[in-house]
């Protein structure tokens, strides 16, 4: 598949749509959404680091496990070898890094700002066409968990030949359970290939209702997984949502491209209206302006979207008493109880039942597991405190490294501070606080108004208020140093950049 610019790609869309019935050579493009916050997993999930950037169900975070779910795939079709990745500019760092681990040259478009998924798959299908060529873009949310890989393959493979014909596809899981956490999907008429057409989309009901879905036999689960043509989706989005048409077209003939990523135009792209797929497309198919029509096809593979602790409790082995865990726990007497020990100190559950506990290195949840939806108010009332617990851990990620606050009071503060090899911090100064480094292992290059020098081990130096300075690590182990910040205020939003190779001034 050719690999013209978002630009290019962008400029050419009205040729790409003419051919949306065509019969020539498509091949799969796996798009992975990865904009969520994911709420309802805190205090492991955060603003600044959600849910898909961790490893909540295996050794992988739950974006790398997606980014390996088309390895192998033996279906019909060629798979693309490099996947689109659309997440948010917060994101992109750690979103690159987790690729780069695991040896996955995927193709990042950093979304300007959350506009929702039905946007994020129109910049997606923008920079999969290239040189006036098509492909079938299997798009899938970054932070869910399957089970079996191979049946996820044949429905996959029996969507995209209901996809190559100019329909759209969602795959819909049979439901086990009424369960009110998931959106559903009224089934339509049979297909002689085990598929439906789609009837209609209903968001998450209440109880009673999910019960009755779930005796009528008429409903599965919304699984959030699309199978669509390039082509189709964008004239499906200018049919039903032109101004995010016009927006996401707008917005990639502006983006910015590096080795890395694409960036597509801020100011257009948030000229664009928030909607999900869902809203903006699948309730408006079978209306009576609509050429477009949607299939749904059975999707029987150990599905979650590991939505709540409770999901997450769900899809994870249990012994005999039906608890799980994660990390450092004991279970004594206990039962149907999830705990997870993210900071590394021991949690030991006694008698409990039905419990989720999860321990961090700032906060401690306890919760009953019929009431995990509950947890996004909670962390709504925690944001309307101004508490940083809501957005960043202790630990915070930087594309350079890691800081850790260790201590903090009034009018000081105390991190330790890792920068990778060869990366540096950018070049900056504070308005309110100066700073004391002291190097623990590794060694640092310091810049300090117009010095210039090496600190090593069990050496430390002065910032001083107002003064220009930079943190690099020249060597070929991680620096780490301790950082004592002091003065009348210490906020992450008192920097002010003059350089920096990630891109962060301004």
């Not at 904009?35 to 739950?62: A, C, H, M, N, Y």
């Amino acid at each position: 598949m050719g690999k013209a610019s978002a630009a290019a790609a962008a400029t050419d869309i009205e040729t790409i749509q003419q051919n949306e019935t065509g019969t020539g050579y498509l091949p799969l493009v796996q798009v992975i959404l990865a904009g969520g916050s994911g709420t309802r997993l805190w205090p492991v999930s955060r603003e600044q680091f959600p849910k898909q950037l961790i490893d909540v169900v295996g050794d992988q975070t739950l974006l790398q496990a997606t980014m390996g779910r088309m390895a192998g795939f033996e279906g019909a079709w060629d798979v693309a070898a490099d996947p689109v990745i659309v997440c948010g500019s917060e994101h992109y760092f750690a979103t690159y890094e987790q690729a780069r681990e695991i040896g996955v040259n995927a193709r990042i478009v950093v979304e300007p700002g959350r506009r929702d998924t039905a946007p994020a798959l129109t910049l997606a299908a923008l920079n999969a066409c290239a040189e006036n060529e098509d492909a079938i873009l299997v798009a899938m949310p970054a932070d869910h968990s399957i089970a079996d890989l191979e049946a996820l393959h044949r429905a996959i493979d029996l969507a995209a030949s209901h996809a190559r014909n100019g329909t759209i596809v969602t795959l819909g899981v049979p439901p086990e359970r009424a369960d009110t956490g998931f959106g559903y999907i009224r089934l339509g008429d049979a297909l002689p290939d085990g598929a439906h057409r789609i009837e209609r989309f209903v968001e998450k009901p209440a109880a009673e209702l999910a019960t009755q879905y779930v005796e009528s036999g008429n409903y599965w689960w919304n699984s959030g997984i699309f199978v669509v043509r390039a082509s189709v989706w964008l004239s499906i989005i200018e049919q039903f949502q032109p101004a995010m048409h016009a927006a996401c077209v707008s917005a990639c003939r502006a983006a910015k491209k590096t080795d890395e990523c694409i960036m597509p135009d801020a100011e257009q792209f948030l000229n664009s209206p928030s909607d999900s797929i869902d809203y903006a497309v699948m309730e408006q198919l079978g209306k009576a302006d609509s050429k477009f029509s949607g299939v749904v096809v059975p999707l029987a593979a150990g599905w979650s979207d590991l939505g709540s602790w409770d999901a997450v409790w769900q899809a994870m082995e249990k012994d005999e008493c039906g608890n799980a865990a994660n990390g450092r726990v004991l279970f004594e007497g206990a039962t149907a109880t999830y705990a997870r020990s993210q900071g590394g100190r021991l949690v030991a559950c006694v008698g409990t039942d039905n419990l989720v506990v999860i321990e961090t290195d700032d906060a401690v949840l306890v919760a009953d597991r019929s009431h995990v939806q509950d947890i996004k108010g909670l962390v709504s009332r925690i944001r309307s405190e101004k508490a940083p617990e809501a957005d960043n851990h202790r630990k915070v990620r930087r594309p350079w490294g890691f800081y850790d606050s260790i201590d903090h009071g009034e009018r000081f503060q105390v991190k330790r501070i890792v920068v990778m090899p060869g990366a540096r911090l950018s070049l900056q100064m504070h308005h309110h606080r100066a700073e004391h480094w002291v190097v623990v292992s590794g060694t640092a290059l310091v810049t300090r108004g117009e010095e210039q020098f090496l600190l090593g081990e069990n050496e430390s130096t002065y910032i001083p208020l107002g003064v220009r300075h930079r943190l690099e690590n020249p060597g070929r182990v991680p620096l780490q140093i301790i950082e004592v910040q002091s003065g009348t205020y210490l906020g992450e939003d008192d920097i002010v950049r003059y350089d920096d190779k990630y891109g962060r001034c301004g």
